[in-house]
């Protein structure tokens, strides 16, 4: 191995001081957070000695050593010093500072795991062999109102990161601002979308300045953790499969600029499909690609080879599986498949990461959609039938690769985690019981409006409109007829309390029968999801979009409920509001029970079995939803979520209620299809 050395300048040194000064003080001012940061860097340093993913040692002698104290010689700790190159292209060939390197990834979504599980995941991504950790970093879970940031818990981006330094990853970063990634609008948050004009993913104004703001707080972040300040992340992607999508020239090279000039100086990638790969090279970015079939390899030679000469290969995304849609086949990837296409990537000179190592959960109404012919929702679960289960559990591929990826190591791996473990608690039968049409009178005033508001353009949360969960809008009618109008993307129709329909994509008319005076018409709107990948990202905007028609007349005088189900909402139900559930409930309507859990919770699935659509909740956190035409059939509930005692449940259920909620220790997916 070449050997490397730092000259020692006063001013070299002084000036590299006060970079990684300056850095450290954009992310936080506090000593304590000082502290931490050289004690994060100095285990990065005495992990690497014996870790995969590093790269060139410090020569030996006195740079090698630590000093006890801190003074003007020795501040910059060595590690840090001779940190100068990172990883770079060179050739045909990744090189880390001097050394030859080669990128063995894997995907893992931070806010898709319990933060309580995120070392076991990340130990046995490193226990496969593999020596780099990537990571999309969601905008619109970030930034949920309009300038108020969200990185703390389970969204703590900084924690994830250091995690995975700590034990000896790299980290490849994919910020954005869109990520696709099946979540709602590709990761975009939805008050983008009250601006009419709004041309998402372009330089259009609206856009740029709402970047521009989220960049300055996300970036300011990121900075402290790059590879030549000490940190892990090695490479940052510029975008993600912009080629696909290619509606500003100007717009990518706009990324770019807004990483570096907020202090990106790693390698920066870009990464796109087939269908985008002649569109997404820009100058300067190293391009990647995304595939799944072993037929598409000779994009490696052909196409990279042609748009931007030698350049080292790799795979940004090697899918390992599929997400599903709701109504749709539970898609599998053989584990042969799956082994003999990495093997034939690797083959072929490139690096590569697994899309999805580890696909986690889609908790809460985070899922996206997919509208080419027709609208179709992803489902809750996000395992992705990856490399580790929704749960974290391994599977025939894991082993099969760690084998794989073991051969290249020229030390033994470290032994896989014990599974957590699961649990089948005993059935829960709701206790309570409340309405829909008896919760309206704790929410509060409505919104009254003359005319319909789409969801995101209600005016509530400070302005921001309404991103998630389910809108109500209700307006008087005084005769029967044809109803009418553009719903996004469920409605359930009612009239008065009275369920006689849906309005969708598909049924975009509904018979209103004969009524007697003045009736109220009700019309409950879920958002199933945003689109995330596609050219219909701006046409996006949930609940009822323009006017709501009588026999071809519009509808005035609505008056609209946010049924957003955050936390808060469900505050307002104090336990004196529940009743005792009837034999025969009204739907939709909220269910409340306990579930009993003993001294040491563990993992389990719910399965609400005779239970129709709806959504769980325990102990306020949201599991996300539930859909007897499936292919999921039960819901995963982490034993991190749970108390040792009674936990609560509360189920929201649209339109039939089954006896008891049960839960089992191995998760249904429904039936499965093979996909190539």
């Known amino acids: 191995m070449s050997t490397w050395a730092f000259r020692r300048r006063p001013g070299r040194r002084l000036g590299l001081l006060a970079l990684v000064v300056l850095s450290f003080l954009v992310l936080r001012s506090t000593h304590t ?97 593999l020596n780099t950790l990537t990571t999309y970093v969601p905008w619109n879970l970030h930034e949920p109102e309009r300038g108020k940031f969200d990185f703390s818990g389970n969204l703590d981006l900084e924690a994830f990161i250091w995690m995975a330094s700590e034990l000896g990853l790299w980290v490849i970063l994919r910020p954005g601002p869109y990520i696709c990634s099946e979540i709602d609008l590709g990761g975009l948050p939805s008050w983008l979308l009250q601006d009419p004009n709004m041309k998402l993913r372009t330089t259009y104004k609206g856009f740029t300045e709402a970047v521009d ?43 770019k600029k807004a990483l570096e000039d907020r202090g990106i100086v790693e390698l920066l990638l870009t990464s796109d499909n087939k269908d985008g790969l002649s569109k997404g090279v820009i100058h300067g970015v190293l391009a990647t690609i995304n595939l799944q079939s072993q037929q598409e390899l000779h994009l490696l030679t052909t196409f990279l080879l042609n748009a931007q000469g030698i350049q080292p290969k790799m795979v940004m995304e090697y899918w390992t599986g599929w997400f599903d849609s709701w109504g749709g086949p539970h898609n599998i990837l053989d584990s042969s498949e799956v082994l003999k296409t990495v093997s034939a990537i690797i083959d072929a000179g490139s690096s590569i990461n697994l899309y999805m190592f580890h696909g986690g959960t889609n908790f809460g109404f985070i899922n996206g959609a997919m509208h080419f012919n027709e609208y179709k929702s992803d489902v809750t679960s996000y395992d992705y039938d990856a490399v580790l289960t929704e749960a974290g559990d391994y599977t025939a591929k894991y082993f099969k690769l760690r084998e794989f990826f073991g051969s290249f190591s020229g030390a033994s791996l470290p032994p896989p985690p014990d599974l957590l473990p699961k649990t089948a608690y005993e059935p829960l039968m709701p206790a309570f019981y409340l309405s829909l049409w008896d919760a309206l009178k704790y929410m509060g005033e409505p919104v009254k409006s003359e005319n319909p508001l789409n969801m995101e353009n209600l005016p509530i949360n400070d302005g921001n409109g309404q991103s998630f969960g389910y809108t109500l809008y209700e307006t008087t009618i005084a005769s029967s007829g044809v109803l009418s109008g553009l719903v996004r993307d469920r409605g359930q129709v009612f009239v008065n309390t009275v369920s006689i329909g849906y309005l969708d994509y598909n049924n975009k008319k509904i018979d209103i029968p004969l009524v007697q005076g003045y009736t109220v018409l009700r019309i409950l709107v879920e958002n199933r999801g945003r689109v995330n990948y596609g050219e219909n990202i701006n046409d996006q905007r ?87 035409i499936g292919p999921q059939e039960t819901l995963y509930l982490p034993g991190a979520w749970l108390d040792p005692g009674i936990n609560q449940v509360i189920v929201f259920e649209e339109k039939m209620a089954g006896p008891v909620i049960q839960s089992t220790e191995t998760p249904h997916l429904g039936r499965n299809q093979y996909i190539n």
């Open 542 to 628: 949930k609940g009822l979009i323009g006017d709501l028609y009588l026999d071809g007349s519009p509808l005035k005088k609505f008056r609209i409920y946010s049924l957003d189900m955050k936390k808060s909402f469900f505050q307002r139900f104090t336990i004196n509001k529940w009743n005792t559930l009837p034999e025969v409930p009204t739907f939709p309507a909220f269910f409340l029970g306990g579930l009993s859990v003993g001294p040491s919770p563990s993992d389990t699935f719910l399965k609400l079995e005779g239970w129709e659509k709806g959504v769980v909740f325990v102990n306020g956190l949201n599991l996300g939803r539930y859909w007897n």
């Open 213 to 255: 703001l989220y960049f300055d707080h996300l970036i300011a972040r990121v900075v402290p953790l790059q590879y030549k300040l000490g940190g892990p992340i090695i490479a940052v992607q510029v975008e993600n499969e912009y080629g696909s999508y290619n509606k500003d020239p100007a717009y990518m090279p706009y990324v």
């Open 33 to 129: 957070f000082m502290l931490k940061i050289v004690f994060v860097l100095f285990l990065t340093a005495t992990s690497a000695s014996s870790s995969p993913a590093v790269g060139p040692r410090p020569v030996s002698g006195a740079e090698e050593r630590l000093c006890p104290r801190l003074d003007w010689h020795n501040l910059i700790p060595p590690w840090v010093r001779h940190r100068q190159l990172g990883l770079q292209a060179k050739g045909q060939n990744f090189m880390l500072e001097s050394s030859t390197f080669w990128i063995f990834g894997g995907s893992v979504h931070y806010f898709r795991v319990p933060r309580q599980y995120w070392r076991d995941r990340l130990l046995k991504l490193k226990a496969c062999g």
